[in-house]
């Protein structure tokens, strides 16, 4: 199938032409922009003191770029820069990250850094959304700054369901084929995209199986809408070397018709701190979002991308694959002590909770058939009382026990379901932390179910 991906190019987009400011060419001489004379930049070097991939990053080792060992970054790291990137830091992600882990399955695809991967959706919503017009889907229980950037964009947003195993694409399929019948959707616009996180999903921690990404692939072609690969958790697995030591495909893998747009992001791998993050997609696409950056941002910040390159460039292909692989046994410590820490806290009758494979989250499901509505709250609907269930046991943890843990409705695009439900990250607090912070959630849900259905009889 051809595809026309003008098509889908918002009003915005289509306005947008390349500025008339141009980077002079090489040789060439430029009386055009108004660039500070390099002479005049006060930043003449850097060092940075890195955890080695010869000592297993138990020690650190020193890189250093200074104006007489590396003029052109040092040069290029100050100045204004095209929008597209640096140089040097563009070959690396070219050759030794999106060609070497993700795989795209066509020719004509090209990629952009960007400052992150909020800013980066932003964008991406620019270019092919007209506010209080166009339709989006996602997945039932999704990133909440997903919904939050929708929210002042004015898009239309419709959920598609998920079980254990992630998004269901026999339902997409039929919500797309029923799309002008259905009572909810047929009054709105026929979608233009699905917004997926499919490897260690936030907030659920589910990976979508390989079966599963190749029929959304499918899905998605026969009904001719985009997909927004958003995967800044793909190379957090949690998978002992001994049982899989293979990546689970990107969605890019799969696409020969350039409908993906893939985002990643070094936050969560290395230091959100830097702001960079990279899109993937078709030229047309990559030729637009760049055209935006020219007016907006300009371009991600060419220090970041430069500290990026000397860490790169230092540890080398194997010694990021190392970075990536002790990035991975950090985590599955990590997760394995909280995992513990529920088994023996969190009372099995009341919840229930995932076991995940990527990522930074395990999802906690409040069981609602133990939490059964009692009469004087008869007046509320299945999805109110999930709510209030929630919220007393956030409001108890919270005050009570000081243990904040994420509310589950916060990733709900579909206020209607009910569910009573909690994420749990075990990232960033300390082991200690996880296993008194595990004992404590018990506590406050227990303390609940014993303050509603143990303490008076007659309620």
Same mark, same amino acid.
């Given at each position: 199938? !051809?595809v026309?991906?003008?098509?889908?190019?918002? %009003?915005e987009?289509?306005?947008?032409k390349?500025?008339v400011?141009k980077?002079?060419?090489?040789?060439?001489?430029?009386?055009?922009?108004?660039?500070p004379?390099?002479?005049?930049?006060?930043?003449?070097?850097?060092?940075?003191?890195?955890?080695s991939?010869?000592?297993?990053f138990k020690?650190?080792?020193k890189? @250093?770029?200074?104006?007489?060992?590396?003029?052109?970054?040092?040069?290029?790291s100050?100045?204004?820069?095209?929008s597209?990137g640096?140089?040097?830091?563009?070959?690396?992600i070219? #050759?030794?990250y999106?060609?070497?882990?993700?795989?795209p399955n066509?020719?004509?695809w090209?990629?952009?850094?960007?400052?992150?991967?909020?800013?980066?959706?932003e964008?991406?919503?620019?270019?092919?959304?007209?506010? @209080?017009?166009?339709?989006?889907?996602?997945?039932s229980l999704t %990133?909440s700054?997903f919904l939050e !950037?929708c929210i002042?964009?004015r898009?239309?947003v419709?959920?598609?369901?998920?079980d254990?195993?992630?998004?269901?694409?026999?339902?997409?399929?039929?919500?797309?084929?029923?799309?002008?019948?259905?009572?909810?959707?047929k009054?709105?616009?026929f979608?233009?995209l699905?917004y997926?996180?499919?490897?260690?999903?936030?907030? !659920?921690?589910?990976?979508l199986s390989i079966?599963?990404?190749k029929?959304?692939?499918?899905?998605?072609n026969?009904?001719?809408?985009?997909? &927004?690969e958003?995967?800044?958790y793909?190379?957090?697995?949690?998978?002992?070397?001994?049982?899989? @030591?293979? @990546?689970?495909?990107s969605?890019?893998n799969?696409?020969t018709?350039?409908r993906?747009?893939?985002?990643?992001?070094?936050?969560?791998i290395l230091?959100p701190g830097l702001?960079v993050?990279i899109?993937t997609c #078709?030229n047309?696409?990559?030729e637009k979002?760049s055209?935006?950056?020219?007016l907006?941002?300009h371009?991600a910040s060419?220090?970041?991308?430069?500290i990026?390159?000397?860490?790169?460039?230092?540890?080398g292909e194997?010694?990021f694959?190392?970075w990536?692989k002790?990035?991975?046994?950090?985590?599955?410590?990590r997760?394995?002590?909280?995992? #513990?820490?529920?088994d023996?806290?969190l009372?099995?009758?009341?919840?229930?909770?995932n076991r995940p494979?990527?990522?930074?989250?395990?999802?906690?499901?409040?069981?609602?058939n133990?939490?059964?509505?009692?009469p004087?709250?008869?007046?509320?609907?299945?999805?109110d009382?999930?709510r209030?269930i929630?919220d007393e046991?956030?409001?108890?943890?919270?005050?009570? %026990?000081?243990?904040?843990? !994420?509310?589950?409705?916060?990733?709900?695009?579909d206020?209607?379901?009910?569910l009573?439900?909690f994420?749990a990250?075990?990232?960033? &607090?300390?082991?200690?932390?996880?296993?008194k912070?595990?004992e404590?959630?018990?506590?406050?849900?227990?303390?609940?179910y014993?303050?509603?259905?143990?303490?008076d009889?007659t309620?």
């Amino acid at each position: 199938m !051809t595809v026309d991906f003008n098509d889908f190019l918002s %009003y915005e987009a289509k306005l947008r032409k390349k500025s008339v400011m141009k980077m002079p060419k090489e040789g060439e001489i430029s009386l055009t922009l108004g660039l500070p004379n390099p002479d005049c930049f006060p930043f003449k070097g850097i060092q940075l003191d890195i955890e080695s991939p010869l000592t297993n990053f138990k020690s650190t080792e020193k890189i @250093n770029y200074n104006i007489n060992s590396h003029p052109d970054q040092l040069i290029d790291s100050c100045q204004y820069m095209p929008s597209r990137g640096l140089k040097h830091f563009n070959l690396w992600i070219k #050759n030794s990250y999106i060609n070497k882990y993700f795989k795209p399955n066509y020719s004509n695809w090209n990629f952009l850094i960007q400052s992150g991967a909020t800013q980066s959706l932003e964008s991406i919503f620019r270019m092919l959304i007209n506010p @209080n017009e166009d339709t989006v889907l996602c997945e039932s229980l999704t %990133y909440s700054c997903f919904l939050e !950037t929708c929210i002042p964009l004015r898009i239309k947003v419709f959920s598609v369901e998920m079980d254990e195993f992630g998004l269901k694409p026999d339902y997409l399929d039929n919500l797309l084929l029923n799309w002008k019948i259905n009572e909810k959707t047929k009054h709105s616009k026929f979608p233009k995209l699905i917004y997926v996180m499919p490897t260690g999903h936030n907030p !659920t921690g589910i990976t979508l199986s390989i079966e599963r990404r190749k029929l959304l692939l499918d899905i998605c072609n026969k009904h001719n809408i985009l997909i &927004v690969e958003d995967d800044p958790y793909y190379h957090l697995k949690l998978i002992d070397e001994d049982n899989n @030591n293979s @990546n689970i495909p990107s969605l890019l893998n799969f696409d020969t018709e350039g409908r993906v747009i893939r985002i990643d992001s070094f936050s969560k791998i290395l230091m959100p701190g830097l702001r960079v993050s990279i899109i993937t997609c #078709n030229n047309l696409f990559i030729e637009k979002l760049s055209n935006h950056n020219e007016l907006s941002i300009h371009s991600a910040s060419a220090n970041s991308q430069l500290i990026l390159e000397m860490i790169f460039q230092k540890w080398g292909e194997d010694g990021f694959e190392s970075w990536l692989k002790h990035l991975q046994s950090l985590y599955i410590k990590r997760r394995t002590i909280m995992l #513990n820490s529920f088994d023996k806290f969190l009372p099995k009758d009341l919840v229930n909770y995932n076991r995940p494979n990527h990522g930074m989250f395990i999802w906690i499901n409040i069981n609602l058939n133990k939490f059964f509505k009692l009469p004087k709250y008869s007046n509320l609907s299945d999805s109110d009382w999930a709510r209030f269930i929630e919220d007393e046991i956030y409001k108890i943890s919270s005050e009570k %026990y000081k243990i904040v843990l !994420t509310k589950g409705h916060w990733f709900l695009q579909d206020k209607d379901i009910a569910l009573s439900s909690f994420r749990a990250t075990y990232a960033f &607090v300390t082991e200690e932390e996880m296993v008194k912070g595990a004992e404590l959630f018990g506590l406050a849900v227990k303390d609940l179910y014993s303050s509603m259905y143990l303490t008076d009889s007659t309620d």
